[in-house]
Each structure stands twice: as structure tokens, then as C-alpha cells.
């Protein structure tokens, strides 16, 4: 896919971060955009911003994790349209906190949205993709899927599921002219770290998440750039896109020095302690 003109695209989490950089971008890029996020008054931002530009969006309030809400948004997309473009499955939980630490309520809270809701977007939208013949997937991942931190078992989990499922889905996709990209950005300076579940004793020391939040503000690499990955990923059909210097280094570690990764997963985050 080397142009985005009257293409029709979809965007979970774009109410802010990643989600609404990669909406405004296409939009840009003449993309008709469906805006879909939790949080209301963040998609309502999003869409403001791309009409005041001149673009064309549609804007749904949804639990990504909710088979029912998002079988109610699927249906009202192919009311408009036989099928997506793009599809980007971008909404996300951010989540730190050692094994024993973390809740069961917070794991099925971040499995709900980060795997369930990845693979609810692709069940419900890829047959229609397919009938069509074309069209290209987005699954956020991350860079945590390449090197797994001893503080963040569920989110390195939810991450490394989506990568696998990924590979696995475009391999299975390929032969219906569908591309699938994971996409692993690094430390972005984007609100999950604001909004971040923070278990156990990262949870009881209020001074951890707000050095966190501030390690990703003067790191600063910021979701615009995320985006441009995004579409790149898209243009050139990429299995696996790292993003950012960081992402890239994990990428591949992983690949060629296992045994420093492993090394480093058992370091502690320099941002995760007091």
C-alpha cells in the first residue's frame, strides 16, 4: 500500500498517545478514519483536530476488550463500508509489577484489552478484508516482547502474545493479499505511563510512577514518530517494525546475544525504583 488517499482506516486507542498521532497523520494523508477509544472526551480531541484540519472521521466510544461493543462497532463499519484498508490495533494498558505482586484482576484487565482486544478487532474485521482482496493490520506490540523485565511479567506477556500472534497471522493472511505488521515501539513519551497500573511495591511508592512518567518526558521521542513507523510498516509490508534506537538495540539482542538479554531482564528498570 504506497498511498493512503480515500483509504478507509480504523484506529483503537485513538483517543491519545500513538492512536490519535497515527489518525492525524492519515488524515493528512487523505484516509477516511473510524476513532475508536474508551475514553470519550479523548476521541472527541482526535476528531476535532482532523475535521479542523479538513479530514473525514467517524468517531465510536468502545471497550476493545467487549466481544458485543466491538461487534456492534464492526457492524456499523461495514454498514458504511464492504471492508477496511487499514486496520490498527492500537489500544493498550500499560502495567508494571513483579509476579506475585500483580492481581488477577489486573492480569484479566490487561489480557482483555492488550490480546483479546487485538484479536477481536482481527476476527471481526479480516473477513470482510479478505472478501475484498486487499488490505493491510496493524497490531501494536512492543519492545517489551523482546526483552522481558522481571518488573513487568503481564504487560512483556500481553506484548510478546501479540507479536506471536502477528507472525502467525500474516503467514495465514498472506495468501488473500492481506499484510500484517507488528509494530514495537520503545519508551515513547506518551500518557500509558501516566495511566499505568503500578502493583505491589511499585504501587506503594508514590514516587515511582511520577519517575517514570518523567523518564519518558526528557527521553522524549515522541508518538509522531511512532506513526511514521506505522506507515512505513504499511507501505513496505514489514513483519516486525521496532521504533525508536532502544526497540532497534532489543530487536537485535534478541537475536544475536540472548544471554545478555537475559542478563538484562533480571536488572532492575532504572525508572522503576526509588
Known sequence: MKQFNHKVALITGAGSGIG?????????????????????????????????AGGRCH????????????????????????????LINNAGIGVAGRFVDTSLKTWNKVLDVNVKGVML?????????????????????????????????????????VLGFSESLRADLHEYGIGVSAVCPGIINTPIVANAVFEG??????????KAVDFYKKRNYTADKVALGILDAIEHNLAVRPI??????????KRWVPGVVDWLGRRDIPFLTD
Open 59 to 86: 468517531t465510536q466510544v468502545c471497550n476493545v476488550g467487549s466481544s458485543t461493543e466491538m461487534k456492534k462497532l464492526a457492524k456499523r463499519v461495514h454498514e458504511a463500508h464492504p471492508a477496511l484498508d487499514i
Open 201 to 210: 511495591k511499585l504501587g506503594q511508592n508514590e514516587h515511582v510512577k511520577s
Open 20 to 52: 490519535q498521532a497515527t489518525a492525524l497523520e492519515l488524515a493528512r494523508r487523505g484516509a477516511e478514519l473510524w476513532l475508536v477509544d474508551i475514553n470519550a472526551a479523548g476521541l472527541e480531541d482526535t476528531a476535532q483536530q482532523i475535521q479542523a
Open 121 to 161: 478487532g482481527c476476527h471481526l474485521f479480516a473477513p470482510n478484508m479478505i472478501e475484498q482482496g486487499r488490505g493491510h493490520i496493524v497490531n501494536l506490540a512492543s519492545a517489551a516482547a523482546f526483552i522481558a523485565a522481571k518488573d513487568m511479567p503481564v504487560y512483556s506477556m500481553s506484548k510478546s502474545a
Open 244 to 253: 525508536s534506537p532502544e526497540a532497534w538495540a532489543m530487536y537485535w539482542a
